[in-house]
Every structure is written in structure tokens, then in C-alpha cells.
């Protein structure tokens, strides 16, 4: 990991995302980008300074938006970072993801707001495309305290399909976290089978990594997967929650498209995404 971007509203749940941000890039010594973008009333990059003046807001929030990201700088540079700043203004054009691929960026570090903590919710629905179309791992950072570096991350999959390369770069961030990793299966209404079954397509997989030695198997049957998501977190404390993602496409099968961004939208935990 050698470029962290970290979209911001510096709201309340981003500041734990710049956190989080920040501590991920000294654990990879790693480069860090912060991102704010601004939804001007024109085309503010192409306006005059006489004509800025009619937009007095504008002006304040540009000028409060540039000393909230000089100090994120300043304080990634005391912890020995490199660290570059940007600030967009979106007139219906600024896409996050373009911005990330234009850097190379390989991480994205991002916080959802509002009451209800919806990925819709932060910087209009460009957090909703990056958590489906990102071509890099995503964290959302929810309401929950950020507990890093994380000790137990679960893994969700239906592990019929091959998620190998995504399941290597959760044992990346677990090795540098020292982390447990939890291996979950939900089996839903349609495929409700017996424990051991529902552990054969988990060992199969596991077979790809015999070098792993911190991890668990978990099988739950229940009647949809964000219930047997929230069940096994009911009885063992976890940091983060990873799953894939199929792009545009929606989420693996054992998602769908509505249940895997539920699971983002509700669940208090950090969750990442990554797509296949």
C-alpha cells in the first residue's frame, strides 16, 4: 500500500476516517491524499475573483474548507508523512473515482454521516459509487470508535465463487495488524443446510492459504445474510467487516446489491469493500 486516499466532509465519522487514515499510512509508510469536494452554485473554477464576490457563502466555505484540509496536512506531516491535499468543486462533473485513478491510488479511506449513517449520505452519492465501483479496497467508517490496529476482521462470502485475490489483501491487513480473521458463511432461506456442509466450501478455500494460522470457520443459518451478519457480532467483538464486490454488477451472489450496501448502510462497524 503505497497512496492512501481519504475523502472528507469533515463531519463527525470522516474525522474518524482521517484518523484511521492516518494511522493506516504510518502502519504502511505509506503516502496519504485528502479530498473535499465543494458543490458550487457555477462553475467556480472558470469564474472571475470580481464575480466570486456574489457569492459570499461560497467564499466562506472555500476559505473554511482550505484550513480544515492545511490542517489535516499539518498534522499527517508531524507523524512523518507525505501528504497532499485537494480541493474540488463540483458542478455536476467531480468524480471521486477519476480523482483516484488519475493518483493510483490504492486504498480508499471514507466516512459515512447523518443520522442514519447511509453511504448516500456523505459528499451526495459519490461514497454510494465508490462502495460499488471502486477498482481499490474501500472502508466506510461508521458511528462505532474506531478500534485499530484491528484485532479481529470478519470475512463475508458464500466462498463458492473464488475470492482469492481478494481474500489476500484482508490477510495483508491482518498480518500487519496481527489480526484474527473471521471466515463467515450465512446460509439463507433458499440454501439452509447443516453445519458441516455449510463448512466444506470454507475449508476448500482455505486450502489456497495453508500458510494462514489466525483464523476461525463460521456457518450461520439464517433467513437473510445482514441477520447472520449481525448475529455473529452479537457473540464475538469484531473491528471490521470485509466483503467483494462485482462492480457495477452488484455484490456476489450471496449479496445482493440491497444487502450488501444494508450491511454498509447499518452496520455500526467499519466495513470494506473490495472488488473482484
Not at 31 to 60: A, S
Not at 263 to 273: F, G, I, Q, R
Request: negative net charge; glycine residues 6%; aromatic residues 8%.
Amino acid at each position: 500500500m503505497k497512496n492512501i486516499l481519504v475523502p472528507t466532509d469533515f463531519s463527525k465519522n470522516c474525522n474518524k476516517a482521517e484518523e484511521l487514515g492516518i494511522e493506516m499510512a504510518k502502519l504502511y509508510n505509506s503516502e496519504i491524499h485528502f479530498f473535499h469536494l465543494i458543490n458550487t452554485p457555477v462553475n467556480w473554477v472558470d469564474l472571475g475573483k470580481e464575480k466570486e464576490k456574489r457569492y459570499p457563502e461560497t467564499v466562506k466555505e472555500i476559505g473554511s474548507a482550505r484550513a480544515d484540509l492545511r490542517a489535516l496536512e499539518l498534522k499527517a506531516e508531524r507523524e512523518g508523512l507525505e501528504c497532499r491535499t485537494f480541493l474540488e468543486f463540483d458542478g455536476g462533473q467531480a468524480n471521486i473515482l477519476q480523482h483516484s485513478g488519475h493518483f493510483h491510488h490504492d486504498f480508499i479511506v471514507t466516512g459515512s454521516s447523518g443520522t442514519h449513517g447511509g453511504v448516500r449520505e456523505l459528499l451526495g452519492s459519490n461514497v454510494e459509487k465508490i462502495v460499488r465501483k471502486a477498482d481499490v479496497p474501500v472502508i466506510v467508517v461508521k458511528n462505532k470508535e474506531i478500534s485499530f490496529p484491528f484485532k479481529d476482521i470478519v470475512f463475508v462470502s458464500d466462498f463458492l465463487e473464488d475470492v482469492s485475490e481478494a481474500f489476500k489483501m484482508v490477510i495483508s491487513l491482518a498480518t500487519k495488524c496481527g489480526a484474527h480473521i473471521h471466515l463467515l458463511r450465512v446460509n439463507t432461506q433458499t440454501d439452509f443446510n447443516s453445519i458441516d456442509r455449510g463448512l466444506k466450501p470454507i475449508k476448500k478455500f482455505l486450502e489456497n492459504f495453508p500458510e494462514l494460522e489466525k483464523y476461525s470457520m463460521n456457518v450461520y443459518n439464517e433467513p437473510a445474510v445482514e441477520t447472520g451478519i449481525n448475529n455473529f457480532l452479537k457473540y464475538k467483538n469484531a473491528d471490521l467487516i470485509a466483503m467483494c464486490t462485482h462492480g457495477s454488477t452488484g455484490f456476489l451472489s450471496l449479496f445482493s446489491k440491497s444487502i450488501a450496501e444494508g450491511v454498509t448502510n447499518h452496520s455500526e462497524l467499519p466495513v470494506m469493500t473490495i472488488k473482484l
